[in-house]
């Protein structure tokens, strides 16, 4: 196997071993992008300058037997809304094509202190609206199992990187499946944690209440140690839950006896793919070899995810990006006459397609006359979502279903008709809802394409989630399944 | 024809917290311009706001002193709209749930005291500041984005500007007790927009209520009320209305003005904001707000006229500013004469300050000084009207009295002999006022006396002239 073929805690384990410098790895990494980049375009911004030399100060430090963190030296690569100081963040959009941050984002900080190498930003939807990165202003990103064929999004760039051998993990963002889909459709371990598990402090927000950053890795327990590095509370973000400090480490081992897994029967309705649940159902059973209990059982709301999903997606989007009026930082269109005509030449240039969509749906549900028909009765439902997962979990440690209900689709396949492609949230948008943690893992291929399991968790109980996902992959081998390019 | 005017407040108070209210860049006034911003006041991509206790503090502070309610439980909303100088494009406010409501402020009038409800009073945060330059360039200023602000709305509950002026400096009066703001209308720390319509109450037929904006001081507020009551009337009496409009005050041309209309309202998209919690207040913390809050205006007065003996009137005066009670007691606590020490600090001292268009407290003397002015009163050292001039001296110099009366050897003329010695004099220029005198004219006297302390400058005691010319008149 190549270095970039292997995980995090691969190289954690030569770095310390010394079979390998954090030179070459890194230099590993540069040569594998330079080599597929072209094909896959996971990147918007390559972090190539002073990588090096940072990687060397890394080798001097584990020359003279500092104890270092586990990832340490390890290149990195972050989803293009996640703030770092003095690189490009442009949010896969033209409006912000020219905004470098002055502040990194917190958990760029606590990886910058864990010493962990940034390789590069990655593409995405713009904004992170889309689930397939083919809404990034800049281009399309493939995806490394098929280049005829979409990575998933909005991260799409960042599990293309990690699928590519161009970093070793990288952070994304979930509002509706944004991690967990593109993951899926990747042949990657996705999590998205519980709502407030990871300061957004430095998240370009989207939809604030469902936004999340988490993890993309090739491993569970290289999600383990990445989640080690970014949970926890942070003072500048009010969301983020306080006194919940864990080491995901410990979740670590193969032991599902007696766990409690249920299987809602809305997840498995006819537009999911027969070939998806059927290896969806072999994972489940996978468990059960190992002592789990499943029951099929029923979320009756779910029907609703994805309406209750984008009023209030769109609702906070169109507020949350009404600061764009390039004014102070941004694109600015030029020629303009007034103060009205920035703001609505720039807006109506700057924004893609999707977005202007969302912005203006979002404005209506917030309209006085429509505010109580759409954004208020979607916070009504969005309670009862919440409370068939409060019920489910008073039974069951867990639930399972299939992260997306097809494998990765061709290019266009889905982006003339919007319906088409929010669909691809079905199984995804309700775990946002209801603030959970869910992690999506590969449970076998469809034609060389991987499918995703998605499990998911009670509130705050990332642990679960991931020692069974754990325990499923130390009984089976798709974890260990590269793309070729 | 009697009409009735109906006038409603939206005060908006700069709170002198130390940071502004959602990040920790210094929320005090002035200062270069965009020096006093982060990534948080300046809503860059990814920032998040997170409340300021101590902002939350000084609006219960101020829902306390002004009788309100606290809500245990409000929320964070954001109002939407476009302009360059919000940089998020929304304000941070709240509006389903204030964290004060229902409260009062009593004020005084012609016919006795009269509650002003106060419907709430919630927190927000400031704009920033648009600079507009005469060739059409518009520069931004965000040092003031993110200062905290309380907004307080009141009932429709005053009649008249006067009503209005009484409540403003009421409001002003509790806000610096309690210490919270500046209070500073010319510096923008007070903000004053009226809303106001008028009741033809023999036809049942009101005017549109107007909304008037750009009131810099208390003055422009009485003025504009004012003006806008003739003109609400006016139209009542041709059968025509007002616009539903907001109205800009033209301090200078001495008129309201047209700003735009509210026929069609802005809908500001209020929502609750999903980057904050709620605002979650217990008992306890109210409690302790509760126990820590000064003494307030009202309260003052009634201890000035039991303890010092004072009139409503005088009591009031002294008590409607913080620093004005504040220099009243410290001066009392060192000389035992309160009557002369509040006749003093009503008359000569507010006089004073108010033609060097100062504050109290930046005198360039203190209470102490003051105090041994009045001391040189009581012991006779000095007249009544020598002091004033000593004490004019003390203001523009900062000169202890002591010290002026020496380089200036000015003492009171008490000896008998010498008082009788100008008074014969004067007496013997003066045998018309004599007469006059004699003929039952009391006037005269008071001329004669007058002469007499001319004649000495001023430094004769006047009770010893008094009693010394009538002897020599009888």
């Known amino acids: 196997m190549k270095l970039y073929d292997l995980t995090a805690h691969e190289i954690r384990d030569m770095l310390r071993k010394k079979e390998v410098s954090c030179r ?260 489940v059973k996978v468990l059960c070899d190992m002592g789990a209990e499943y029951e099929e059982m029923s979320l009756p709301y779910t029907e609703y995810n994805l309406a209750t999903y984008f009023i209030i997606a769109s609702s906070e989007c169109s507020s949350n990006l009404a600061r764009y009026d390039g004014i102070r930082y941004g694109y600015r269109a030029s020629e303009c006459k007034n103060l009205n005509d920035v703001l609505i030449k720039s807006r109506s240039e700057g924004f893609g397609e999707e977005v202007k969509r969302r912005i203006m749906a979002g404005t209506y549900s917030l309209s006085f006359g429509y505010y109580d028909e759409y954004y208020k009765r979607a916070l009504k439902v969005r309670t009862l979502i919440k409370n068939d997962f409060a019920k489910a979990f008073e039974k069951y440690d867990v639930l399972i279903t299939p992260t997306s209900p097809h494998v990765a689709f061709k290019f266009n396949e889905k982006t003339r008709d919007p319906l088409m492609m929010y669909k691809s949230d079905i199984c995804t948008v309700g775990i946002n809802i209801a603030g959970l943690p869910a992690i999506s893992i590969c449970c076998g291929f469809k034609n060389h394409l991987p ?35 | 024809m009697s009409y009735k005017t109906i006038i409603g407040l939206e005060i908006h108070v700069e709170l002198k917290t130390n940071t502004k209210i959602f990040c920790s860049c210094p929320a005090e006034f002035g200062g270069e311009e965009n020096t006093k911003c982060c990534p948080v006041c300046l809503g860059l991509p990814g920032s998040l706001p997170v409340i300021n206790k101590k902002v939350i503090e000084f609006a219960i502070r101020a829902g ?79 040092n003031r984005s993110g200062v905290p602000l309380i907004e307080i709305v009141t009932e429709p509950d005053m009649n008249s500007s006067k009503e209005v002026h009484s409540f403003l400096e009421n409001l002003k009066s509790i806000l610096e007790y309690i210490d919270i703001s500046d209070c500073k209308m010319e510096q923008g720390s007070l903000r004053c927009d009226i809303n106001i319509n008028v009741k033809n109450k023999d036809k049942n037929i009101e005017t549109n209520i107007v909304e008037l904006k750009n009131l810099n001081s208390f003055k422009a507020a009485v003025r504009a009320i004012d003006y806008e009551e003739k003109r609400h009337i006016d139209l009542l009496e041709h059968n025509r209305n007002t616009d539903k409009e907001t109205r800009r005050w033209n301090d200078i041309e001495n008129k309201t003005m047209k700003m735009r209309s509210k026929e069609n309202i802005e809908d500001y998209r209020y929502f609750p904001d999903p980057d904050l919690v ?197």
């Not at chain 2, 009038?109 to 009269?114: C, H, R, V």
């Open chain 1, 24 to 283: 070459e790895v890194t230099e590993n990494i540069l040569d594998r992008i330079a080599k597929v980049e072209p094909y896959i375009s996971s990147y918007i911004t390559i972090n190539d300058e002073g990588t090096l030399s940072m990687a060397d100060n890394i080798d001097k430090l584990i020359k003279n037997g500092e104890d270092l963190g586990d990832l340490a030296g390890i290149p990195m690569a972050l989803k293009d809304n996640i703030c770092t100081d003095g690189i490009l963040t442009t949010c896969g959009s033209k409006m912000l094509q020219n905004f470098v941050p002055p502040y990194n984002a917190t958990c760029v900080e606590r990886l910058y202190n864990e010493k962990s190498i940034l390789i590069g930003k990655t593409n995405m939807d713009e904004f992170a609206m889309g689930s397939s990165t083919e809404n990034s202003a800049f281009k399309p990103t493939r995806n490394p199992w098929d280049l005829s064929r979409v990575p998933g999004g909005s991260s799409g760039g960042s599990a293309a990187s990690v699928a590519a051998g161009e970093a070793f993990f990288a952070l994304g963002s979930d509002t509706g499946g944004s991690i967990r889909q593109p993951a899926a459709l990747c042949g990657l371990v996705g999590l998205k944690p519980t709502y407030g598990m990871v300061s957004r402090y430095g998240l370009v927000s989207y939809a604030s209440s469902l936004d999340q950053i988490g993890t993309l890795t090739k491993d569970v327990e290289d999600c383990a140690l990445v989640m080690n590095v970014i949970a926890g509370y942070d003072f500048r973000d009010s969301t983020s839950v306080s006194g919940v400090a864990l080491d995901y480490k410990e979740a670590l081992i193969q032991d599902v006896k007696g766990l409690k897994i249920g299987i809602p029967r809305e997840y498995f309705y006819e537009d999911i793919d027969i070939d998806i649940k059927k290896a969806v159902y072999e994972g």
């Open chain 1, 451 to 485: 499918i995703g399991l998605q499990i998911i968790g009670r509130h705050f109980d990332e642990k679960t989630i991931l020692r069974v996902a754990y325990t499923f992959e130390q009984n089976t081998k798709y974890h260990k399944k590269r793309a070729v390019i």
């Open chain 2, 64 to 142: 306390l002193a002004l009788n309100c309610n606290i809500n245990e439980r409000s929320r964070m909303d954001r109002k939407n709209y476009f302009y360059p100088d919000l940089p998020k494009a929304y304000q941070i406010s709240q509006y389903e749930i204030p964290l004060c409501k229902e409260g009062y402020i009593e004020i005084e009038t012609e016919n006795g005291s009269k509650k002003i409800r106060i419907r709430r009073i919630h927190i927000e945060e400031d704009t920033g500041k648009s600079i507009h330059l005469e060739d059409g360039i518009s520069l931004l200023d965000y």
């Open chain 2, 278 to 474: 709620y605002v979650v207040v217990d008992r306890k913390w109210i409690d302790k707000v509760r126990k820590e809050l000064p003494e307030l205006p009202r309260e003052k007065v009634e201890r000035f006229k039991r303890y010092y003996n004072l009139s409503e009137y005088n009591a009031r005066i002294l008590a409607s500013s913080k620093n004005i009670a504040k220099f009243f007691e410290d001066t009392c606590n060192e000389v035992e004469n309160s009557k002369l020490v509040s006749n003093w600090i009503i008359t000569e001292v507010l006089r004073r300050i108010k033609e060097e268009g100062i504050e109290i407290d930046k005198m360039k003397i203190n209470h102490k000084d003051f105090a041994s002015l009045m001391r040189f009163i009581m012991n006779k050292t000095i007249s009544n009207s020598m002091a004033k001039k000593i004490f004019r001296e003390m203001i523009i110099t900062g000169k202890a009295p002591q010290e002026i009366i020496e380089e200036r050897g000015l003492k009171q003329i008490t000896d008998n002999e010498t008082i009788n010695g100008i008074i014969q004099e004067v007496l013997k220029s003066n045998s018309k006022s004599i007469e006059d005198y004699r003929n039952g004219k009391k006037k005269a006297l008071g001329f004669l006396i007058g002469q007499v302390m001319k004649e000495t400058g001023g430094e004769a005691d006047p009770q010893i002239v008094n009693k010394l010319i009538k002897e020599a008149l009888s």
